[in-house]
């Protein structure tokens, strides 16, 4: 176990519509990173967010936003969804002496 | 810029024997290394890094990884496969002076497949 927590495990909806994802860091970890993982891309870097301010910003869509709060957790919106944006979304967060990442368990999403 | 290879999609070995994923970096600076490996519908899972030091670097599970600076290689290694090694296993870079957001670069992956 990371420490890492994504809510939900598992999300299936159909195109043109919008959802949210949830992603809690472990616990001290001021960074969250998104990242989409598709078997055609691979790991693909999203976005990152410290302690509430946006750091850097990958392959992201306009469609995709995200933010992260007060209390760290960060949510991941992504709206008039296509087919081509099923994948597997992955959070982590840095620690360690190193910046190593600990990633979260995944949410994937099924568009329809 | 920073940038990782793994050149095999997929690597197959026997159980018991040796076991190499390759993998190759390109960076400005002196490199951050890292391998994590992916068991199905699981999260990525740290292993081992590189920073400094010793150019043989041990991680968890067994297995290990050696830094080569003149070939620009981080291959992982493991004296003797398990089957329960198999998985999908990603090499990352990070420049160290590409500053305080600490976005490494990710390989493609390659898949590890341990044959009893």
């Known amino acids: 176990d990371s420490g890492v927590t994504q809510t939900p495990k598992h999300l299936i909806t159909a195109t043109g519509q919008r959802v949210t994802l949830r992603c809690s860091p472990r616990?001290?970890?001021?960074?969250v990173y998104w990242y989409q993982q598709s078997l055609d891309q691979g790991l693909q870097f999203l976005i990152q967010y410290y302690n509430g301010e946006e750091r850097a910003k990958g392959n992201i869509l306009e469609r995709f936003s995200a933010q992260q709060f007060p209390d760290l957790h960060s949510e991941l919106n992504l709206s008039s969804l296509e087919l081509g944006d099923s994948a597997l979304y992955f959070c982590?967060?840095?620690?360690?002496?190193?910046?190593?990442?600990?990633f979260g368990p995944g949410t994937r999403l099924t568009v329809l | 810029a920073q940038s990782v290879a793994q050149p095999e999609d997929q690597v197959n070995v026997a159980e018991g024997n040796p076991l190499t994923v390759k993998c190759t970096y390109s960076v400005s600076g002196n490199p951050y290394l890292f391998w994590y490996v992916q068991y199905p519908n699981r999260g990525l899972q740290f292993l081992l890094k590189y920073i400094t030091g010793d150019n043989l670097v041990k991680g968890s599970y067994g297995f290990e990884a050696e830094f080569n600076k003149s070939q620009t290689s981080f291959h992982l290694k493991k004296p003797s496969a398990l089957v329960s090694d198999s998985a999908l296993y990603f090499c990352?870079?990070?420049?160290?002076?590409?500053?305080?957001?600490?976005?490494?670069?990710f390989g493609r992956g390659t898949s590890l497949i341990v044959h009893p």
């Open positions: 990352a870079v990070r420049d160290p002076a590409s500053g305080g957001s600490y976005i490494p670069t």
């Open positions: 616990s001290g970890d001021l960074s």
């Open positions: 982590a967060s840095t620690g360690g002496a190193n910046n190593e990442q600990f």
